[in-house]
């Protein structure tokens, strides 16, 4: 046992620098929040004085918005894209994991060959689809893919730990005269839970961070989410580095708390997707 223990503070005191140097860019992010723009360039981590005027000019930047305005936009967003990701997902991987029909081996090799398809190759169709509709400068080209299966990742995702279900259960709420739907809701669903988590944190993770489709479908400034209001930084004549250094550090909070407590269920997710199936 005492030499378990010891074996372990050995790992740990050898990871400790590694896990410095890994952080230090995020320390020095801290403490450039609270410089003023002409100590940036200083080698020192912390500034001399500290400028809290830097979180409240930044906040209140313009006068006709704050950034709890960007806020508000960007969380109402993710919730929908969080909603429909996880929902279809665990929907169409349930039908490709457990239902019989006619071409679905097809379907799911076609389903993972869009994996392969650059991103880049779709945006102009796309974006002439949106247009057209009349759905440009609004969430709806943002939220709306999200509820058409959620991403072939996910699918693929929830498709290998529903195939790691024995399908005894089905069987047994079957004789019990359950429906395919109430297999999916009374069984599938709740086992397969981890996946859900991992697919709704990524989900969330990949959309609040997808500046390039916000700049291309969102132009009024009411609509901005938090990635196009700290662009608004840069486009000023002059760039207030401390202001923009200490938004950008509130908008990756939302992120990390959400990341540390579902960081059970999405290790968990990860873990034991490869060994399913």
Sequence with gaps: MRSEKLAAFRSHLILLPFSLLMLYPVIWWVGASFKSTAELGEPSLWPTVFMWENYTNGWNFSPQFTFATFFANTLMMEVWNVIGGVATAALVGYGFG????????????????????????TVVPQYILFNKLGFTDSYVPLVLPH?????AFFVFLVVQ??????????????????????IFFRIIAPLIK?????VGIFTFLWSWDDFFSQLLYLSSVEKFTVGLALRMFIDQFEVQWGQLLAMSLLSVVPSAILFFVAQKHFVEGIATTGIKG
């Excluded at 457990?98 to 880049?120: E, V």
């Excluded at 981890?194 to 991992?198: D, G, H, K, N, R």
């Design 98 to 121: 457990r239902l019989n029909f006619k071409l679905r081996n097809f379907w799911f090799s076609i389903l993972l060959l869009t994996m392969m398809l650059p991103a880049q190759v």
């Design 161 to 182: 730990f529903v195939r790691g279900i024995p399908r005894e259960l089905d069987e047994a709420a079957q004789i019990d005269g359950a429906s395919v739907y109430g």
């Design 147 to 151: 509820f058409f299966g959620g991403g």
């Design 194 to 198: 981890p996946a859900l988590v991992t």
